[in-house]
T-cell receptor, first 110, second 114 residues
Framework: GIQVEQSPPDLILQEGANSTLRCNFS?????LQWFHQNPWGQLINLFY???GTKQNGRLSATTVATERYSLLYISSSQTTDSGVYFC????????????FGAGTQVVVTP | NAGVMQNPRHLVRRRGQEARLRCSPM?????VYWYRQLPEEGLKFMVY????????ESGMPKERFSAEFPKEGPSILRIQQVVRGDSAAYFC????????????FGPGTRLTVL
């Protein structure tokens, strides 16, 4: 099956800093989503981005499908950005089965 | 438009009991997915359902687990004779029209087996 690798596994940021999270995947995909799991365990949809670039406030994401990677940018980080960021992909030969990466644990300190 | 709803949010069961987890998809969504998150791990796909049909159950444990999405009412994930290893967060997601659409996740049900 498709492999999804996220890096770095852990990230500690000072409030106000910028960061880039990476997601590599091993095969063609129909869907790629980024999620934020907050400290209370809730999964929040950030982006649906099988290709191209999108921006939402201080967050933006870029997927280069031909090179099989996606990047999530966090600018001017805030303590509320803390949590785990997951990348999930839907392989082209998969019916509805999102394959999640292991996540990047982000801690933003005041 | 209400999001994906799951209940209960927290469920405590003793070993050997049955657990029933419910999921109501977003209005107009006909695709439902269940995922499990074991402690300190990522999310793993369990099953994909459409109304009255199981499309892909490749992630379901072979025994004790079953899922349904009836014509009327919520989707149900049923775990019979629970064991401590079933303790996890169970998330339901739904998507509108096409299997490649965005999947929207519910708040999860946290199952604790004593």
């Amino acid at each position: 099956g498709i492999q999804v690798e996220q890096s770095p596994p852990d990230l500690i940021l000072q409030e106000g800093a910028n960061s880039t999270l990476r997601c590599n995947f091993s095969d063609s995909v129909n869907n790629l989503q980024w999620f934020h799991q907050n400290p209370w365990g809730q999964l929040i949809n950030l982006f649906y981005i099988p290709s191209g670039t999108k921006q939402n406030g201080r967050l933006s994401a870029t997927t280069v499908a031909t090179e099989r990677y996606s990047l999530l940018y966090i600018s001017s980080s805030q303590t509320t950005d803390s949590g785990v960021y997951f990348c999930a992909v839907l392989a082209t030969d998969s019916w509805g089965k999102l394959q999640f990466g292991a996540g990047t644990q982000v801690v933003v300190t005041p | 438009n209400a999001g994906v709803m799951q209940n209960p949010r927290h469920l405590v069961r003793r070993r050997g009991q049955e657990a029933r987890l419910r999921c109501s998809p977003m209005k107009g969504h006909s695709h439902v997915y269940w995922y499990r998150q074991l402690p300190e791990e990522g999310l793993k796909f369990m099953v994909y359902l459409q109304k009255e049909n199981i499309i892909d159950e490749s992630g379901m444990p072979k025994e004790r687990f079953s899922a349904e999405f009836p014509k009327e009412g919520p989707s149900i994930l049923r775990i019979q004779q629970v064991v401590r290893g079933d303790s996890a967060a169970y998330f339901c997601a739904s998507s509108p029209r096409d299997v490649t659409d965005t999947q929207y996740f519910g708040p999860g049900t946290r199952l604790t087996v004593l």
